[in-house]
């Protein structure tokens, strides 16, 4: 079972720099590391991905530790749409490879 | 980029009725996807299709039927709701080969009197 480990929940407030950390202690060498945001009422977004170097996009951070058991989101600056339960997934690099999401970490964000 | 779209986003039916969703992507990807997703819990597959008429069961394929008419859509077919069901089903997609990023539609809100 392709577990992760996140903290249920994380506050901080708009224009904090937030991590969010992910343990994935038995993590396979063909599995990605995956990240995605949900709010109420709307499907999974996908945030960022990566194996083994670290990774930025327009939306975040990706940390990955040089031994690949854990992993920290990083988002600067955050905002209050940036609010919303974050999910840290392994995933094989298969076509049809399924997502299978844990409770993630609810991030809320204060004014 | 391009933009997944699932009709309808509310569903109401009857014990015992068969409910099919629909989903259509323009990203041109190859893999489609249909998972569930019930209150307060993660996602769990219920079909996957690598191709325009492929067809491969997930975890939880009992109790639904699904279709791959052509490579931008993809149907679910509740064979026989049960009453208060109530899940959101999300249909995602995925190009095919290394890096299957899969990117989700806004999900249907499925409620059984």
């Known amino acids: 079972d392709a577990k992760t480990t996140q903290p249920d929940s994380m506050e901080s407030t708009e224009g904090e720099t937030v991590h969010l950390p992910c343990s994935h202690a038995?993590?396979?060498?063909?599995?990605?590391i995956y990240w995605y945001r949900q709010v109420p009422l709307q499907g999974p977004e996908y945030v960022t991905h990566?194996?083994?170097q670290n990774t930025t996009n327009s939306m975040a951070f990706l940390a990955i530790a040089s031994d690949r058991k854990s992993s920290t989101l990083i988002l600067p600056h955050v905002s209050l749409r940036d609010a919303a339960v974050y999910h840290c997934?392994?995933?094989?690099?298969?076509?049809?490879?399924?997502?299978?999401f844990g409770g993630g970490t609810r991030l809320t964000v204060r004014p | 980029g391009g933009i997944i779209t699932q009709t309808p986003k509310f569903l109401i039916g009857q014990e015992g009725q068969k409910l099919t969703l629909k989903c259509q992507q323009n990203?041109?990807?190859?893999?489609m996807y249909w998972y569930r997703q019930d209150s307060g819990k993660g996602l769990r597959l219920i079909y996957y299709?690598?191709?325009?008429?492929?067809?491969q069961k997930g975890d939880l394929s009992e109790g639904y039927d699904a279709s791959r008419e052509k490579k931008s859509s993809f149907s679910l077919t509740v064979t026989s709701a049960q009453k208060n069901e109530m899940a959101v089903f999300l249909c995602?997609?995925?190009?095919?080969?290394?890096?299957?990023?899969?990117?989700f539609g806004p999900g249907t809100r499925l409620l059984v009197l």
């Open positions: 299709s690598i191709t325009e008429n492929d067809l």
């Open positions: 997934i392994r995933m094989n690099n298969n076509a049809g490879a399924k997502l299978t």
């Open positions: 995602a997609s995925s190009a095919t080969g290394l890096q299957d990023t899969q990117y």
């Open positions: 990203f041109n990807h190859d893999t």
């Open positions: 990566g194996l083994q």
């Open positions: 038995t993590i396979s060498g063909n599995e990605y």
